[in-house]
């Protein structure tokens, strides 16, 4: 080969040594760019649960609570069949209802519970939230002001077209007495009713 005479290779892969350059260059980012998304943490979308978990310190574990909207907790509720649990985040109140209605939910077989964050809804007065609200008129429990609202916790059972359980109690509790002793001396009641109306819920299902 001559002194001043290209390469055989370099004629074949590369026109000239600036297209070479180009493409060593290219070449680097890409691989740089290979390395870096590769090894980047991406933020991971947590299951329905861990969401309720990571909202509700002290939530049970893996579970049952299904995360709804305001719209699909509208058509829910309209439907002839439902079971919907109304919260508000980091609620002691709300966490321990959520407790008892979730293992009274697992012992009974019920997988999926949807759960409606009223929070914002509540905040904000949308069309639809006032659409829930004024459908339930009859079943909530009106303040002073005689303000009609959603509370929480709530838990509503429908089935046939019929509301067979709306349980808001523990929204308006009485006296001076903690989340935590109040529900060493009420779960088992509460869990008794849940049970209860669930079996009716469950009852009609199968008839």
Request: overall charge negative.
């Amino acid at each position: 080969m001559k002194k001043n005479e290209a390469h055989p290779l370099t004629i074949h892969f590369f026109k000239n040594k600036k297209q070479m350059i180009l493409y060593i260059f290219l070449f680097i980012i890409l691989l740089c760019g290979f390395i870096y998304f590769g090894s980047k943490e991406y933020p991971v979308n947590n299951t329905d649960n861990e969401k309720f978990t990571s909202e509700h310190t002290g939530a049970n574990q893996d579970n049952v609570f299904k995360y709804i909207n305001v719209k699909e907790a509208y058509n829910l509720i309209r439907s002839d069949d439902c079971i919907l649990f109304l919260g508000i985040p980091n609620n002691e109140n709300v966490t321990y209802y959520a407790n008892v209605l979730d293992d009274v939910a697992k012992d009974m077989g019920i997988n999926n519970i949807n759960y409606y964050d009223i929070a914002d809804d509540r905040k904000n007065r949308n069309a639809t939230y006032e659409s829930i609200v004024n459908y339930f008129a009859s079943y909530i429990t009106y303040t002073d002001s005689d303000m009609i609202d959603l509370h929480a916790p709530t838990l509503i059972i429908k089935k046939g077209g019929e509301v067979i359980f709306f349980d808001d109690e523990e929204a308006f509790r009485k006296g001076n007495i903690s989340n935590q002793d109040y529900w060493a001396t009420n779960t088992a009641d509460k869990k008794f009713l849940i049970n209860n109306a669930l079996n009716v819920y469950l009852e009609k299902e199968n008839e």
